[in-house]
């Protein structure tokens, strides 16, 4: 007994002594790093971390890549001895600091590089002499630092893998200096669909030589014999690809004490099944998602045909791998290519994270950050893709603004747990029985245009319309249905969370496996509604027809059961059930709902459209209500009464943009509380003259103006078109008569382009800079006459690169646009040049109103 209580106390010691991320990192923001050419030294390193750590960054992800013409002295190959001192002194200067480290296992991307011999690089399938023989793609990596250079590995090859890291292991792994977490990039392995030993690993995992039925498989009708071997076909390719690549990747990297941060997406196989073998899945946000509220601008010139849009479908893949899986944290790239270079503003940034909050991540990296040297001159060195987060962009002396809105959400989303009610069935096999659309013939299932391979199928459109009548829900594969046990409150996961319900969509291809285990679930009390019709066929080609019997048999046995449902309206089945759903997102809005560990729920709530009115609304929880705002740090009153059905309602305001986390403690809701809401009825539109000057900028201005009427300051002169930095805007206005200068009120700006500090009578009134751009007045603050507004708006470097390109022309030292490999371009993936732009608005383009801010009472 002493020898196990000695264990116990050594175990628990060596687990408290254990390395990890320190406290705060990763509820703040990080950000790619990209080090081009790796040309890095270490005093410009810990100048550039110290940047980043006052701005309230929690820590960075480095990524080798090109280099940059004229620096090729300064170039470090990847994994050199001088790459390591470079990389060790990264790390130790970021535990000074409190900022985390991550690494991707790599240059560029794919995984590959020098030393990956056409044995270990990625194949593709050929029909020689009538037999399926493996060919090389020939690919090469993507983007790849020096020492990078080299093919793309076979992923679905273990030996490929093994082979592959056996480099970390001389190099990196021998560091007393550990990043957090290595990481891969979204699977971007064009054409490979094949291994050497696939014809060996297809019999030994699917029963059957796949040379017997030749022909179905270069079927292209889409007969039914083409269909079940193409189903297994996938099954195989997505199986190695999880055995293979991911389980030895995430193997090797907890071996060596490193997290994983995995980005499944892109993948031929089933990305739930792929993102929970990570410590952290990880998704992306790339593009606008073109939100319908009022004043958001979207870049023209993206081309959604060619590049997609963000969809909450697919990132809540990665969120509900995590949530299966019991990760605490799951993290996207985020801003990626949201709007062309020098045009981003923080304003389009908000409304794109809090889409990501809402379908549940919670560890948000910019896209991203590259490593310049602080003699460079502006626009410093530059990556090829935006968004450009980094010192030398436009909005870096307000980027602590947005970082310190995403550290106070995720300080909550992080230290909660999903309270979702629903698992969502993702049929796999249905999707598999598809024509394919990616090159090679394959399936992959990528994150930018889920209308072509996910929004089609059943679970999709089930899956948005769900999101769009209030049901909180995960997805879940096969494996993971075959992980689910029963408990007294519904189906639980090894992980220890808990759903209410199991739904189905409308399914044709369905495993006797996973039946067998809803079956065997049902029987122990688990509620099971299956959309239309019970299932009926097997995937798969071998002993197609026996197996197909069984699933008709569970299927007649699954129908007798009392918890099971077939239904044609799902969500009045579920409602019937007692299934949760929140009413307010039928009237527009998006939310996460979590629990923390003393019972209060937790809802993000976030107005990303143009619909919801304010009102009362009822949420499916009851219990005492608190309103936090986390773009102010203010815990707001709110109005709550008991409702005609006895259930808690609260008087919700949420102009389009705007967010909040409510939060609902178990007890008696106190009701007969009141709130203070902003009344839609301005009180003054300020119609006096402003005074207008500009400030500090590029390039200098001295000129000043009195404005009748608010409008860009690009019409005031004919050099005004090209400044960028900061003009100043001033005017002076009364009360109306009546109104009560100790009242509440709120400023509302209007448009401003981009950032504005406020100052009233003197004192600062705060920072506007996302939609909409409205700060709050302290009672007290007015005065009857004489109140004296002070506005200093800073706008987008947009219109000084228009200048600049015209003065810097040219791809060579001492030109900027000095870049290897794919250079810079535009948003098109054109050579970029900013030459032709038009002007972007700049300034304080109004109307600036004094709003009121009255009690709500909470009586009927």
Not at 44 to 63: N, P, R, S
Not at 756 to 766: F, K, R, T
Request: net charge positive.
């Amino acid at each position: 007994m002493t020898r196990l209580l000695l264990f116990c106390l050594l175990s628990s010691t060596l687990a408290l002594a254990q390395p990890g991320p320190a406290p705060g990192q990763t509820t703040k923001p990080w950000t790619y790093w990209w080090w081009l050419g790796s040309a890095a030294n270490e005093k410009d390193i810990t100048g550039q971390l110290e940047q980043f750590a006052k701005a309230g960054l929690g820590g960075v992800h480095i990524i080798p890549i090109y280099g940059v013409k004229g620096a090729e002295s300064a170039f470090i190959p990847f994994l050199s001895k001088r790459w390591l001192d470079v990389f060790a002194h990264t790390v130790r200067e970021g535990k000074r600091l409190g900022l985390g480290v991550d690494l991707t296992t790599g240059t560029g991307w794919p995984f590959g590089g020098p030393g990956v011999s056409e044995a270990h690089a990625a194949k593709a399938w050929k029909l020689v002499d009538g037999k399926l023989t493996a060919v090389p793609t020939r690919q090469q990596v993507k983007r790849p630092a020096p020492g990078g250079a080299g093919p793309v590995i076979d992923y679905f090859s273990r030996s490929a893998i093994d082979a592959y890291l056996v480099r970390f292991d001389s190099t990196l792994n021998t560091l007393p200096q550990r990043p957090r977490a290595v990481y891969n990039d979204s699977y971007e392995v064009f054409g490979a669909n094949w291994s050497d030993d696939f014809l060996a690993q297809f019999q030994k995992r699917r029963g059957y030589d796949l040379q017997s039925q030749l022909a179905a498989f270069l079927d292209t009708t889409g007969s039914d014999a083409g269909i079940r071997v193409h189903q297994d076909y996938h099954q195989t390719l997505s199986e190695l690809l999880h055995d293979g690549f991911t389980r030895q990747w995430t193997d090797w990297a907890r071996r060596q004490k490193y997290l994983t941060r995995h980005q499944a997406h892109g993948s031929p196989g089933n990305l739930i099944d792929l993102y929970t073998l990570a410590d952290i899945p990880e998704t992306e946000s790339f593009g606008s998602s073109r939100f319908p509220i009022p004043g958001l601008r979207v870049d023209a010139n993206y081309e959604v045909d060619r590049f997609g849009t963000p969809n909450p479908l697919a990132m809540k893949l990665a969120s509900s791998a995590a949530h299966l899986a019991g990760k605490k944290l799951v993290s996207s790239e985020t801003g990626t290519w949201l709007a062309n270079h020098f045009q981003v503003s923080l304003s389009q940034l908000k409304p794109q994270i809090d889409e990501l909050f809402a379908s549940g991540i919670n560890h948000v990296f910019y896209h991203g950050i590259p490593y310049s040297p602080p003699s460079e001159p502006w626009p410093g060195w530059l990556f090829y893709a935006s968004t450009h987060y980094g010192p030398q962009s436009h909005f870096w002396p307000h980027l602590p603004q947005l970082n310190s809105y995403v550290e106070r959400c995720q300080s909550r989303l992080q230290t909660s747990a999903p309270d979702h009610d629903l698992l969502v069935y993702f049929p796999i096999h249905d999707l598999w029985a598809t024509r394919a659309r990616s090159g090679g013939g394959i399936h992959q299932l990528e994150v930018h245009h889920v209308e072509r391979w996910l929004l089609p199928q059943a679970v999709g459109q089930l899956g948005e319309q769900l999101l769009r009548r209030g049901f909180a829900y995960d997805f879940i594969s096969d494996e993971w249905l075959n992980r689910l046990t029963v408990s007294p409150k519904g189906v639980r996961t090894p992980a220890g969370t808990t759903y209410r319900a199991i739904v189905i969509p409308r399914t044709t291809y369905f495993p006797e496996s996973t039946l067998r285990q809803l079956a065997k679930l049902a029987q122990q009390g688990a509620r099971i509604v299956f959309e239309g019709a019970l299932p009926t066929t097997a995937p798969g080609f071998f002993a197609h027809a026996k197996r197909s019997g069984q699933v008709r048999e569970l299927s007649s046995q699954l129908s007798k059961l009392p918890s099971v449902r077939v239904s044609n309206n799902v969500f009045n089945t579920l409602r019937e059930q007692g299934v949760r759903a929140e009413t307010w997102a039928e009237q527009g809005l998006s939310f996460l709902r979590k629990r923390r560990a003393d019972g209060t729920v937790l809802y993000f709530v976030t107005n990303l459209g143009n619909t919801f009115r304010p009102g009362w609304i009822t949420p499916a929880t009851t219990g005492t209500v608190r309103r936090y705002n986390p773009l102010t740090d203010q815990t707001e009153p709110v109005a709550v009464r008991a409702g005609r059905t006895g259930q808690t309602e609260l008087f919700l305001a949420l102009e389009p943009g705007q967010s909040c986390f409510l939060e609902i403690s178990p007890g008696q809701a106190a009701t007969r509380q009141s709130a203070v809401q902003t009344n839609g009825m301005a009180v003054l539109e300020l119609s006096t003259p402003w005074q207008f000057r500009f400030g500090a900028g590029r390039p200098t201005l001295s000129g000043s103006a009195t404005l009748p009427k608010l409008v860009s300051w690009t019409s005031i002169t004919d050099s005004a078109g090209y400044f960028w930095g900061t003009g100043h805007y001033q005017t002076t206005f009364d009360l109306p008569a009546g109104a009560a200068p100790n009242a509440l009120y709120e400023l509302d700006l209007g448009d401003v382009r981009e950032v504005a500090e406020v100052q009233l009578n003197g004192q600062p009134l705060g920072t506007a800079w996302c939609l909409p751009f409205r700060l709050s007045i302290p009672a007290n603050r007015l005065k009857t006459t004489g109140n004296t507004l002070e506005i200093a708006v800073t706008n987008l470097s947009a219109n000084y690169m228009r200048l600049f390109d015209k003065q810097h022309p040219g791809n060579q030292p001492p030109g900027w646009k000095k870049f290897y490999d794919i250079n810079i371009v535009d948003i098109r993936y054109r050579p970029f040049d900013a030459t032709g732009w038009d002007a972007q608005p700049s300034g304080l383009l109004g109307p600036v109103k004094l709003l009121s801010k009255t009690a709500m009472a909470d009586s009927k």
